[in-house]
T-cell receptor
Framework: KQEVTQIPAALSVPEGENLVLNCSFT??????LQWFRQDPGKGLTSLLL?????REQTSGRLNASLDKSSGRSTLYIAASQPGDSATYLC???????????FGKGTTLSVSS | GAGVSQSPSNKVTEKGKDVELRCDPI?????LYWYRQSLGQGLEFLIY????????KSGLPSDRFSAERTGGSVSTLTIQRTQQEDSAVYLC?????????????FGPGTRLLVL
């Protein structure tokens, strides 16, 4: 059974720092991996989707990498800003492609 | 529509009452998903629709939970005889078609509190 783990559960950094969020999964036979952002009291916003054939994806200050063989993905946020404060979730599809399996998220706080 | 919408945004009910939660997916999206997010827990899959049929109901926690989708669009999640442990945020998502490579777009959720 696929399990997704995110470390750390919470992270506090001063504005301007570069940071890395970690995601690991137990079954390396994934089709893709997706990173989401969730603001308090809001739904989820998709940030980046990495196909299994890809090593990384970039969007602005965000860069996500994927290493299937080791069952790991990282989300790199450059030059963090207070507006980046949110919970970041990673997810992989189940084998049937009927659902996403989520980690419990990393709650990021960026202070000005 | 512009995005996935859900109603109500908040619902407070008494233990034992039935509740209905509504999801309006993005227009044209054939795949629809329900998830539950409990305090301290991650997002848990409940049910998946392709069109009006639900080929994967494996996440529904008990027979008190049911869902339907009509016209390939709006979906309703019904919880009968609510219990306090049903308190959670219920999130709906849709995608343009079912497939491993498709991005799911999420609604804002319905926050359910069972007293």
């Amino acid at each position: 059974k696929q399990e997704v783990t995110q470390i750390p559960a919470a992270l506090s950094v001063p504005e301007g720092e570069n940071l890395v969020l970690n995601c690991s999964f137990t079954d390396s036979a994934i089709y893709n991996l997706q990173w989401f952002r969730q603001d308090p009291g809001k739904g989820l916003t998709s940030l980046l989707l990495i196909q299994s054939s890809q090593r990384e994806q970039t969007s602005g200050r965000l860069n996500a990498s994927l290493d299937k063989s080791s069952g790991r993905s990282t989300l790199y946020i450059a030059a963090s800003q207070p507006g980046d404060s949110a919970t970041y979730l990673c997810a992989v599809p189940n084998q049937a492609g009927t659902a996403l399996i989520f980690g419990k998220g990393t709650t990021l706080s960026v202070s000005s | 529509g512009a995005g996935v919408s859900q109603s109500p945004s908040n619902k407070v009910t008494e233990k034992g009452k039935d509740v209905e939660l509504r999801c309006d997916p993005i227009s044209g999206h054939t795949a629809l998903y329900w998830y539950r997010q409990s305090l301290g827990q991650g997002l848990e899959f409940l049910i998946y629709f392709q069109g009006n049929s639900a080929p994967d109901k494996s996440g529904l926690p008990s027979d008190r939970f049911s869902a339907e989708r009509t016209g390939g669009s709006v979906s309703t999640l019904t919880i009968q005889r609510t219990q306090q442990e049903d308190s959670a945020v219920y999130l709906c998502a849709s995608s343009s078609r079912q497939g491993l490579g498709e991005t799911q777009y999420f609604g804002p959720g319905t926050r359910l509190l069972v007293l």
